[in-house]
């Protein structure tokens, strides 16, 4: 091939070779300036914005064109810029805060995000096995309180009761805390002490309860004869729930003569509403509505007893009080509802009844989690559960004076009802 060839194909390709990149330019142009236009014009803006010089936030968009972000970027960027110790600000810690705070705007207190060790944590609480006090804990009033202390946890055998209220955590005051970052301050590793600073309706005074940590192993169910009464005690409605019950179905029916039964699900703050499903059906007829449940834009699901049902025929009295929560509600409402010869005994129930889903956020590899709440719960006769509780039939009451000298006049009640109401024998 000779030089003039060579030229004139070199020739060639820097025309063809200018045209493209010409095009492509000019094609990179049109759809940076459509993009950026289609975004102004549909309110959404596009952010990328430096942090301590050490962190980015992506993704600013609004989805909502009612609102506009410039607020928050610009808070953003004042904190940065004029907060004292701007240096010791964590970027990460201050996008979680905000997200809770969303999730808290909407007043209520189950709907709250969790961090990864937070998400953690309740995972290992509903397995049944961590470390801590072994106290459900809520917010009930705006005000941090013990739902209900575990069977021989460190938190009974310190004296806390349902109902406390917790003033302070190691001196540090409860206000503005949620659920969660209150827990993390009350659990720690066994052996470890725990100050809280409590009130007790009907004292005058607060005062401090230590409490040492243990390693908490949550039992789900167990029973006690007391002469021809099965007590049956559930702690919580976790993930052992229902095959614990079974072994205690099949001890109770290996003693002959036993002639009622007495649920006990005091100071349990609940778990799995599909637990408390198969524990109400073991006391009803099949096909019996146990709960109803409100869903967003109005839609409602209900659910029906089924399955194996050895105490149908069997008279029970269910034993509740301020620690009865979530699940323990269901059961009991449930039973009142359904059968005419079930009597409740003890205290008001707590008045937890709503759902809460467990929604790991892809955008930390489910790491994190939104906890939110997706429906309220209504008994068989229509009663919403919520902030209301269930009323006992016979209410009793159980001081700090009874769990000193080791009495329990509630059970006491619960199975001289059994006996006088409903199995008429004296």
Do not use: C
Not at 317 to 325: D, K, P, R, T, Y
């Amino acid at each position: 091939m000779n030089n003039t060839n060579l030229t004139e194909q070199n020739n060639k390709q820097i025309f063809y070779t200018t045209v493209v990149f010409t095009a492509l330019f000019f094609s990179l142009i049109f759809l940076l300036v459509g993009f950026f236009l289609g975004k102004e014009l549909t309110g959404e803006k596009i952010s990328t914005i430096p942090f301590n010089n050490s962190s980015t936030v992506e993704n600013a968009i609004s989805k909502n064109e009612e609102i506009d972000f410039t607020l928050f970027w610009e808070v953003w960027d004042l904190l940065e810029k004029k907060y004292v110790d701007h240096d010791q600000l964590d970027s990460q810690e201050m996008m979680y805060g905000a997200i809770n705070g969303m999730l808290m705007s909407t007043g209520d207190p189950h709907t709250i995000f969790l961090d990864a060790e937070q998400k953690k944590a309740l995972e290992e609480e509903l397995s049944g096995d961590f470390e801590g006090i072994g106290a459900e804990i809520g917010i009930k009033d705006n005000i941090l309180t013990v739902v209900s202390p575990l069977d021989d946890s460190p938190a009974m055998r310190s004296g806390l009761m349902a109902g406390d209220k917790i003033v302070k955590i190691n001196g540090e005051e409860t206000s503005g805390l949620n659920i969660y970052e209150a827990v993390s301050k009350i659990k720690g590793k066994k052996g470890t002490e725990v100050v809280l600073n409590i009130y007790r309706s009907g004292e005058d005074d607060v005062r401090d309860v230590s409490v040492i940590r243990d390693a908490i192993n949550v039992k789900s169910v167990k029973v006690e004869f007391v002469g021809d009464v099965a007590h049956i005690k559930l702690m919580q409605f976790g993930l052992h729930t229902k095959n614990e019950l079974e072994k205690v179905i099949g001890e109770i029916q290996d003693t002959k003569n036993i002639k009622g039964v007495v649920l006990d699900v005091r100071n349990n703050s609940g778990g799995y509403m599909g637990t408390a499903i198969e524990v109400a059906s073991k006391f009803l007829k099949n096909d019996l509505l146990v709960v109803s449940q409100l869903e967003v834009d109005d839609k409602e699901e209900k659910h029906y007893s089924y399955g194996y049902a050895p105490f149908v025929n069997i008279p029970v009295v269910v034993l509740i009080n301020e620690g009865s929560a979530s699940a323990s509600e269901i059961v009991a409402g449930a039973l009142r509802d359904n059968r005419d010869d079930i009597v409740l005994v003890g205290k008001k129930s707590y008045g937890k009844g709503s759902v809460q889903e467990l929604i790991p956020n892809k955008a930390t590899k489910k790491k994190t989690a939104a906890k939110i709440t997706i429906a309220k719960w209504f008994t068989p006769n229509g009663d919403q559960i919520n902030e209301k509780g269930i009323e006992p039939d016979v209410e009793v009451e159980f001081s700090i004076e009874d769990y000193e000298n080791d009495r329990d006049p509630q059970l006491d009640k619960a199975i001289e009802v059994l006996k006088e109401r409903v199995l008429s024998v004296k």
